[in-house]
Antibody, heavy 116, light 106 residues
Framework: EVQLVESGGGLVQPGRSLKFSCAASGFTFSDYAMAWVRQAPKKGLEWVATIIYDGSSTYYRDSVKGRFTISRDNAKSTLYLQMDSLRSEDTATYYC?????????WGQGVMVTVSS | EIVLTQSPTTIAASPGEKVTITCRASSSVSYMYWYQQKPGASPKPWIYDTSKLASGVPNRFSGSGSGTSYSLTINTMETEDAATYYCQQWSSTPPTFGSGTKLEIK
């Protein structure tokens, strides 16, 4: 059974950093591109970043370029998102998702609140 | 970036009723993906490659469309179908989602 389990998140002040992870199981992690998708409270879904199967290429939405870094450790089957210079508009639930035929598996999400 | 406009924003349907949700793209896309999300839960893949049902999706659901116009249809509404549905494209980067259609039971 495919499982994506995020950990981390929480309350952070504007301008600070946060890093969280997504542990994958039930499939060969190193075969798939992975992504982060976020959802602000009471809002819709928004793609954040993608990393291809071997980590050699990454893609970001414009509003997070230069501030967020997606990475992966295939030996640990784990996906990461490092978020720097956080802003109030980054407040959202962040979902880890496997990128195949759209996004075919999603984690349970981790809440990030950026507030002073 | 390609903007996806869903309509209606909210719809209420009675059990047994036919429901259609539309997703219009600002530029032509090759395929459309649909997700179902219930309150407090993660989105679930629902339809992929425009018309293929994800695993476990009842066959009362169908997807269709091409170019800039796509739709999700429920042939006969059931209470468990109440949820928010999102369309999504990745014909061009960045991938984008529609703003969602909230489907309620009447």
């Amino acid at each position: 059974e495919v499982q994506l389990v995020e950990s981390g998140g929480g309350l952070v002040q504007p301008g600070r950093s946060l890093k969280f992870s997504c542990a994958a199981s039930g499939f060969t992690f190193s075969d798939y591109a992975m992504a982060w998708v976020r959802q602000a409270p009471k809002k819709g879904l928004e793609w954040v970043a993608t990393i291809i199967y071997d980590g050699s290429s990454t893609y970001y939405r414009d509003s997070v370029k230069g501030r967020f870094t997606i990475s992966r450790d295939n030996a640990k089957s784990t996906l990461y998102l490092q978020m720097d210079s956080l802003r109030s508009e980054d407040t959202a639930t962040y979902y880890c998702a496997r990128q195949e035929m759209g996004f075919d598996y999603w984690g349970q999400g981790v809440m990030v609140t950026v507030s002073s | 970036e390609i903007v996806l406009t869903q309509s209606p924003t909210t719809i209420a349907a009675s059990p047994g009723e036919k429901v259609t949700i539309t997703c219009r793209a600002s530029s032509s896309v090759s395929y459309m993906y649909w997700y179902q999300q219930k309150p407090g839960a993660s989105p679930k893949p629902w339809i992929y490659d425009t018309s293929k049902l994800a695993s476990g999706v009842p066959n009362r659901f169908s997807g269709s469309g091409s170019g800039t116009s796509y739709s999700l249809t429920i042939n006969t509404m059931e209470t468990e179908d109440a949820a928010t549905y999102y369309c999504q494209q990745w014909s061009s980067t960045p991938p984008t989602f529609g703003s969602g259609t909230k489907l309620e039971i009447k």
